[in-house]
Structure formats: structure tokens, C-alpha cells
């Protein structure tokens, strides 16, 4: 019985040891985990014990761009259309019919170019009536002519016999009053040949006008009249339009009166059939705004040598507001919009070796969007031409991440 008593109080002294040893070692490793905790702050990118800072955040898989630098201005994009700077329906300028036709549609006709011939036949026998009177008017100034000169010889010859009293103070009378009619009728001839010659003339100018000419450069866009019509003074025989320049009519907002079309800088007009631009030389506001649309026009001139553009081609505008100014030119993809506003995440250069960069949030006030992507003023922007902004993985960035 003693036996069994020591071997269970044995048992009993070595299982106590057990939850001893089994103790302290818990203890020590408690001590160890509370030490390191403690540690934790003070760990860096160096290692434990070594300041570096704040925790740095697991890194993020992201896409970034540059930021450009920009000398530009707010632009309107507007539409309109292609107008030809002169259209005119050429028009005959005398009546007569139709006998030739010398231009179709789509001629090109230069200034002088002739485009219809009118039977002539009337005015010119109208006009060979009135060379005819031309010519006796002026075989009757010679005769009058004549008759002045005898009338001014007989009223000498009389005068100096009136002192021997050959010739009475009557017949005097009647040579000085058969020289005045003499004279008279000397003018009345003048004026003859005038009205004569002047019948000629306007004979002669009819006569040019049965031949219809192009009165400046263009494009026939329209035969009015075929041959064998009868045409009246002003009837239209051919509708020609002027090719280079072109007009483009643009239709802008009304908001935009004061500050668009001041700057030729930047001015586009895009041709919409094939995307095509070309720089206006002159831009001109007409200060007149719709009642129903609130929209005005603006009117820019474009060289057109090559005939590409056409009148009636659907345009838009790339119309410039305001002055340019220095912008910073960003990704749309990289503007964030949050409860906070609206930011753009640029990348931090870290402050240590071997640490990762961040994305720093920076709030950002958008000018105006154009192309994909936002041009913000670089005056206090909190960020330069320098730097790069996040474009991709931004919505999941944390803040020191």
C-alpha cells in the first residue's frame, strides 16, 4: 500500500511540472507577440526598429499618363452650311428668240465667257435704218453749212453797198435775217447728227446684248432657256455660282455672341462628307439673333482652289471662345468624382528609396472637356506638366495607397 501511494504522488509532482513548463512558455511567447506589436509602428521599409514613417498600404495595380502643357482656348463645336459667296441668274438684257445655247450644267465659265446668242436680226436692221439717217443728217449739216457761208458773204456785200445807195437799208435787213436763220439751221443740223449718232449707239449696245455673257467666274448650276424659247428683257438664261471662295454659315448659340469668332486662331471648318478641315481667312459675326433658336451666325470665308467644297455641304464648326490661356491637359478617364468633388489622383514620388510611389488626390476644377480629356487652369492647380495622373485604377485607390 505504501508502494502505490509514493508512485501516485510521483505521477502527481511530474504533471504539475508539465502545466509549469507548459505556463512559462506561454508567457513567453505573450511577451514576445506583445513586443512585436509594439514594434510595429516603428517598422519601416528598413526593417523592425528602423523609423520609417507611417505603414506603407499594399500596393495597387494601376495605369497612369502624363500631364500636358497647353496654350488653348474653350471651343464650340456648331453646325451650318456651305454657301457660294455670289449666285446670280444671268438674265437677258434684250427680248428676242433663243438661237443658240452655248453652256450646260456643270460648265466652268470664266468672266466674258458667252452663254446664249439671241436672234439679232430686227436690231440690226434697225441699225443699218439709223447709220442711213446718220449719214443724211450729216449731208444736210454740210448743206446748212453752205447756206451759212453764202448768207454771211451776201449780208457783206450788201452793207458795203448800202453807203452808195445801191442796196436800200431793207435788203441789209433781209441779209442779216437770212444769216440768223442760216446759223439756226447750221445747229438744228448739228443736233441732228447728235440724235443720229446717238440712235447708232444704243442700237449698237442692243445689238451686243443679244449675245448673253457670263459677267464674272463660276459654275453654271442651272439652263434656264433651250434654244428656240422667246426671252424677255430680264428673263433668267442660265444660273451661275461662284466657287472660290466659300462661305460657311455656321449656327452658334446666342450665349456665345461676345467671345466667339474673335480669334482666327484655332478656327475650324470641317467638312462633314469627309472630315476634311480647312482655316477660314475672315470670319464675320452678323449681329442678329434668332427669336425661336437664340442662335446668331457666323459667316467664315474659306479658300477653295481645289473645288472641294461644294454649296449646300453639310459643315460643323470648331469654333474658339474666348482668348487662349495655359491649361493642363488631363485624361477624362483620370477625373474622379466623389462626395468631396471632383479629383484627379497624381503620382507621389516617395520620400524614401525602395518604397513605391502613391496617388496624391488633388482637387481639380475642369475648364472645359474636349477630345477625352479635361483641360484644367494651370494657374494654382496643385500640380504641373511634370507630373503623372492616374487613368486607370483610381476609383479603388485608398488614400496613401
Given at each position: 500500500m505504501?508502494?502505490?501511494?509514493?508512485?501516485?504522488e510521483?505521477?502527481?509532482?511530474?504533471s504539475?511540472?508539465?502545466?509549469?513548463?507548459?505556463a512559462?512558455?506561454?508567457v513567453?511567447?505573450t511577451?514576445?507577440v506583445?513586443?512585436?506589436?509594439q514594434?510595429?509602428?516603428m517598422?519601416?521599409?528598413?526593417?523592425?526598429?528602423?523609423?520609417g514613417?507611417p505603414?506603407?498600404m499594399?500596393?495597387?495595380?494601376?495605369?497612369?499618363a502624363?500631364?500636358?502643357?497647353?496654350?488653348?482656348?474653350?471651343?464650340a463645336?456648331?453646325?451650318?452650311?456651305?454657301?457660294a459667296?455670289?449666285?446670280?441668274?444671268?438674265?437677258?438684257?434684250?427680248?428676242g428668240?433663243?438661237?443658240?445655247?452655248?453652256?450646260?450644267?456643270?460648265?466652268?465659265?470664266?468672266?466674258g465667257?458667252?452663254l446664249?446668242?439671241?436672234?439679232?436680226?430686227?436690231?440690226?436692221?434697225?441699225?443699218d435704218?439709223a447709220?442711213?439717217?446718220?449719214?443724211?443728217?450729216?449731208?444736210l449739216?454740210?448743206?446748212?453749212?453752205?447756206?451759212?457761208?453764202r448768207?454771211?458773204?451776201?449780208?457783206?456785200m450788201?452793207?458795203?453797198?448800202t453807203?452808195s445807195?445801191?442796196?436800200?437799208?431793207?435788203d441789209?435787213l433781209?441779209?442779216?435775217?437770212t444769216?440768223?436763220?442760216?446759223?439756226?439751221q447750221?445747229k438744228?443740223?448739228?443736233?441732228?447728227?447728235?440724235?443720229?449718232?446717238?440712235r447708232?449707239e444704243?442700237?449698237?449696245?442692243?445689238?451686243?446684248?443679244?449675245?448673253?455673257?457670263?459677267?464674272?467666274?463660276?459654275?453654271?448650276?442651272?439652263?434656264?432657256?433651250e434654244?428656240?424659247?422667246?426671252?424677255a428683257a430680264?428673263t433668267?438664261?442660265?444660273?451661275?455660282?461662284?466657287?472660290?471662295?466659300?462661305?460657311a454659315?455656321l449656327?452658334?448659340?446666342a450665349?456665345h455672341?461676345?467671345a466667339a469668332?474673335?480669334?482666327?486662331?484655332?478656327?475650324?471648318?470641317?467638312?462633314?462628307?469627309?472630315g476634311?478641315?480647312?482655316t477660314?481667312?475672315?470670319?464675320t459675326?452678323?449681329?442678329e439673333?434668332n427669336?425661336?433658336?437664340q442662335?446668331f451666325?457666323?459667316?467664315?470665308?474659306?479658300s477653295?482652289?481645289?473645288?472641294?467644297l461644294?454649296p449646300g455641304?453639310s459643315?460643323?464648326g470648331?469654333?474658339?471662345?474666348?482668348?487662349?490661356a495655359e491649361?493642363?491637359?488631363?485624361?477624362?478617364?483620370?477625373?474622379?468624382?466623389?462626395?468631396?468633388?471632383?479629383?484627379?489622383?497624381?503620382?507621389?514620388?516617395?520620400?524614401?528609396d525602395?518604397?513605391?510611389?502613391?496617388?496624391?488626390?488633388?482637387?481639380?476644377?475642369?475648364?472645359?472637356?474636349r477630345?477625352?480629356?479635361a483641360?484644367?487652369?494651370a494657374?494654382?492647380?496643385?500640380?504641373?506638366a511634370?507630373?503623372?495622373?492616374v487613368?486607370?485604377?483610381n476609383?479603388?485607390?485608398?488614400?496613401?495607397?
Amino acid at each position: 500500500m505504501e508502494d502505490k501511494e509514493q508512485q501516485t504522488e510521483s505521477n502527481r509532482g511530474n504533471s504539475a511540472a508539465v502545466v509549469a513548463v507548459m505556463a512559462i512558455v506561454l508567457v513567453v511567447v505573450t511577451v514576445i507577440v506583445i513586443q512585436m506589436i509594439q514594434q510595429a509602428p516603428m517598422a519601416g521599409p528598413g526593417g523592425p526598429g528602423v523609423p520609417g514613417g507611417p505603414p506603407q498600404m499594399p500596393p495597387a495595380a494601376v495605369i497612369v499618363a502624363p500631364i500636358q502643357a497647353e496654350n488653348t482656348q474653350k471651343q464650340a463645336i456648331v453646325t451650318g452650311t456651305l454657301r457660294a459667296r455670289s449666285k446670280m441668274a444671268v438674265a437677258a438684257q434684250e427680248a428676242g428668240a433663243v438661237v443658240k445655247m452655248l453652256i450646260d450644267e456643270g460648265d466652268e465659265v470664266q468672266p466674258g465667257t458667252t452663254l446664249a446668242i439671241l436672234d439679232a436680226r430686227r436690231i440690226k436692221a434697225q441699225l443699218d435704218e439709223a447709220r442711213a439717217r446718220l449719214t443724211v443728217a450729216s449731208n444736210l449739216f454740210e448743206q446748212r453749212q453752205a447756206e451759212h457761208v453764202r448768207a454771211e458773204i451776201d449780208l457783206r456785200m450788201k452793207a458795203g453797198l448800202t453807203a452808195s445807195k445801191a442796196v436800200s437799208q431793207s435788203d441789209v435787213l433781209d441779209a442779216e435775217k437770212t444769216l440768223k436763220v442760216a446759223a439756226s439751221q447750221v445747229k438744228s443740223a448739228a443736233d441732228g447728227i447728235s440724235e443720229a449718232q446717238s440712235r447708232v449707239e444704243l442700237l449698237d449696245v442692243q445689238l451686243s446684248d443679244l449675245t448673253v455673257k457670263a459677267p464674272l467666274a463660276g459654275v453654271v448650276v442651272s439652263r434656264n432657256v433651250e434654244p428656240g424659247e422667246w426671252v424677255a428683257a430680264g428673263t433668267s438664261v442660265a444660273t451661275i455660282v461662284t466657287m472660290d471662295p466659300m462661305e460657311a454659315w455656321l449656327r452658334v448659340p446666342a450665349r456665345h455672341l461676345d467671345a466667339a469668332g474673335n480669334e482666327l486662331a484655332g478656327f475650324k471648318v470641317r467638312q462633314s462628307a469627309t472630315g476634311q478641315t480647312f482655316t477660314p481667312t475672315k470670319v464675320t459675326r452678323v449681329p442678329e439673333v434668332n427669336g425661336r433658336s437664340q442662335l446668331f451666325t457666323l459667316v467664315a470665308t474659306v479658300s477653295n482652289p481645289d473645288r472641294k467644297l461644294i454649296p449646300g455641304e453639310s459643315v460643323t464648326g470648331i469654333v474658339p471662345i474666348g482668348k487662349p490661356a495655359e491649361h493642363l491637359r488631363v485624361p477624362l478617364n483620370a477625373i474622379v468624382h466623389s462626395p468631396h468633388g471632383t479629383v484627379i489622383y497624381v503620382v507621389q514620388k516617395p520620400l524614401i528609396d525602395d518604397a513605391l510611389p502613391t496617388g496624391r488626390p488633388v482637387s481639380a476644377r475642369i475648364a472645359f472637356a474636349r477630345n477625352g480629356s479635361a483641360f484644367i487652369a494651370a494657374d494654382n492647380a496643385g500640380f504641373s506638366a511634370d507630373d503623372r495622373v492616374v487613368v486607370e485604377g483610381n476609383q479603388r485607390l485608398l488614400p496613401g495607397q
